[in-house]
């Protein structure tokens, strides 16, 4: 009988088997090859025959030796052997599995810290980004804390479209309209705010309170913390000495203490019995106090129409949607116009209407559509913050394929090489969490450090949802694209990309120019936030640059309120004033000095007036013009010039002519080509007298800088009117603001210790105010459009960085050959530019677009500002050369010597 | 459906098969399946031994030495539990692949 095992030692070469490994082959198929030997033989077979006939069996040895033993395979039958084991697997091996996984992953991350750090970072600070801006949107717009179902409640107001007048107040009668639609709204309730002095010690406080209808609480679906709400009998006239406190007042100025419940506190010298404390989370910004409307039965009426003073709140009720009460108030103002009496007409005639909208976006105002713009910066950010990590994870994923490859082949399986880069991701978000949150509670702290008067106040608190969610998508997009070269690597490529050197290989290749079109993404996407920012940059410039028509600069202002009850009397209230100025004027610094109510950038008023010897036509409006309570020095205070006649006196009072001064708007409306002075003019309420015009003065910005309607101002003398006990104190000085306050709150307790100024700031600060949604918009727009080329330029430097390692070996070929430095730098800037160029190219077109979104919202910048562009594209463009610099100096250092070996 | 691995799967099927009853030595598993199909599937033993090895390096099945009366040692194979568990779904798919075909080619159910 042949020697069978010595046969098959003679044919088999196992080069990778240990020798007992190679003894058991042997022995088993040499003992195989003798059972066929020996079964030939039974058949009857010669032994030569038999011999033959077993050799058959294996022809070809070499491939026999490739596959014994076998390496791992990936075919099916692998995969599914997987799922097998993993069903076998025990949860303390899944558990050991993972620790392994996350030690192994942390390992690897710390190897290469520069990669890790830049994706943790860029990660998070896109998330957190994201967060702070959705966060402050939606404790702003979609869900205001305290509100319970905030999008359910309506505010009112009314326009007068024909007098282009809007007014956010209403009159009780449009509160009986919408009280009385029961099928409608659930609950309905007005309101408007007051000033309280609060006495305890020699310094009375100022409280800002509401005083509202008992249904108020009911609308915003709030219960008091402690104690009750107010009865409909309190709210009566004199019988409306109750009070509720907010839970910051209750804290500030009694310490918490349950007890203060019906104890009886001082207000503008009247006694309030305390009734109810309202809970932490029903808190309107700086409202302290809560009291009874209490108007006299007799002001509800339809007659009380056109007297828009109250705020108005209902909330729709439940099963009605929005448009349906929409629809309803919108029938309301029908009703009015179809009215056959007066208010029927005036309404028509002036185009009247009542409006409504959601209370939270009543709160945030003019903030609704700057949040929004940010929303899309920020989302842009995002989208940036996206495109570098999966850069990044690209690269790594790439630069780690021979490794891949090599594990592959030596039997790691499919599902542990994706699982431990599923690790290597998860491990980065994680990271990109913890940074996302310190960057969100920082954020948000800077955001409303910058945030205009009308959001502070307001708390805004992390949305972990929207963390989790942005977290999601930033954690996604690394996972996808760190996944496709490790899936890549699986299918049957192994060789190719374990004999790819360090040259190009059409993987590498494959990789750059994907990188590169992420890049390229992301310097378009920068240069649209940049030239965003620009275009709301300049803007805000050309609207501070707006001319006011009145010299801000230097005049400092302050709100008194004199409680009513004491400064009734006429005389009462001229003898403050007087005091108030003539302490001021003894001042020294202070320039000039004046009262007025409201003053430019604080509060509206205007009113209907008639013209002495004109009947106004059906079907025309009624004259109407903005309402100004001004003392004599109020012109001089504010430097508007008077044109015409002349201005007020300390002799103008109400034993004298009654006078009014007009501006040039009001006399070129209703006195074209016509001199106004010595004309008479009355205003439409019942107690008014005929007033002389005695002068013109120049026509100001009274209210906003982008969009002055242009109405006129008729100014009264304060002294011959019976006027509101709130006003402002202006005074122009050389002191500064903070000496300049001073005196202003001195000057009050010399005329009344009693009373205190409050809301002390410059007219510059209020006039700027007025633009302060806009510049917290473009200030954060800013701080994106930085964090954008940012990345941008990370990304950047990344592929200009990879590009210089993969061409070393070129490159020292060129030195060696003799090329110079500085072409050496050329060459590789040149490919980084050239994705910049495309990038800016790209950009431009996205900005072109967004600018034209965006028009609305611009202040006398066209949205396609070629200096804008310009200005956006040489940053960009410069960036961009830095982020190429650093790595193509890099590659004029090569040696080549060094190149040559590099591989 | 089906992974084109599938066909390329199929020795490793039959040899699990043929474990499933008892455990056989190598030469047998060739020879059963060459005489269970009437001689249409002929494994070699150069092309057989590969995919026991596989098999075994995957353990589905299990080799051991066992001594015959004073004569060289056959080296026989066992289906492990992980083998079993396997060659259960694997059959289940192979049936269902072949009801495929069928149903597109035309033939009889397997």
Redesign the interface.
Known sequence: MPDWRLYVRQNLKLSHATPQDEA??V??????????YL?ALNQGLSPEEAEEEAK?????WN??SR????S??Y????S??QK??R??MSIVDWIDSLIRDVRYATRRLRRSLGFTVVAVLTLGLGIGGNTVIFSAINSLLLNPAGLKDGNRILAFGVIYEKLNVKSTTVSPAEFLDVRDSKEVFSAAAMGTSGNYNYTVTDFPERLLGERVTPEWFDVFGVKPMLGRLFTAEEDKPNVNRVVILDYGAWQRLFGGDASVINRTIELNQQPYKVIGIMGPEFRRRDVNLWTPLALPPTAYTPRSRFNESYDLVARIKPGVSLEQAMAHVRLLTERVHQDSDVAGRLARDNGWSITAQLYPESIAGDLKSPMFVLMGAVGFVLLIACANVAGLMLARAVGQTRELAVRGALGASRWLLIRQTLTECLLIALGGLVVAMFTADAGIRVLLALAPQNLRGISISVDATVMAFTAVIGVGAGVIFGLIPALQTMNGQKMEFIKEGGRFGTATRRQLRLRSVLVTLEIALALVLIVGTGLFARSLSNLEGVDTGFDAKGVMTGMVALPPPLYREPDKQRAFHQSVLERLANIPGVLTAATGIPIPFVGDAGGAFAIEGMTSQPGQPAPQGRLRVISPDYFATLRIPLLRGRTFTNQDTANTEPVVIIDENLANQYWPNQDPIGKRIRRTTSTAQWTTIVGIVRHIKHNELAADSGKGVHYYPVYQTPQATTFAVLARTTLGSAKASDAIREAIRTADPGQSVFELRTLEDRVLDSVGSRRFAVQLMAIFAALGSFMAAIGLYGVISYVVAQRTHEIGIRVALGARGIQILGLIVRQGMRMTMAGIILGSIGALVMAKLLSSQLFQVRSFDPATFALTAVIVSIVALLACIIPARRATNIDPLDACRYE | MFNRELKKGSPELLVLALLEEEDRHGYEIGKLIETRSAGRLQFRIGSLYPVLCRLEEKELIKGRWVEHGGGPRRRYYHLTALGRAFLKRERDTWAAYVAAVNQIIGGHHA
Do not use: F, N, W, Y
Not at chain 1, 75 to 78: A, F, R, T
């Open positions: 058991d082959v022995e088993d198929i040499a003992r195989q090859l003798e059972d066929a079964e058959l069996h294996i022809t070809d491939e026999l596959t014994v033993p076998p791992k395979g075919g099916v039958l692998h599914a052997l097998e084991r069903q076998h």
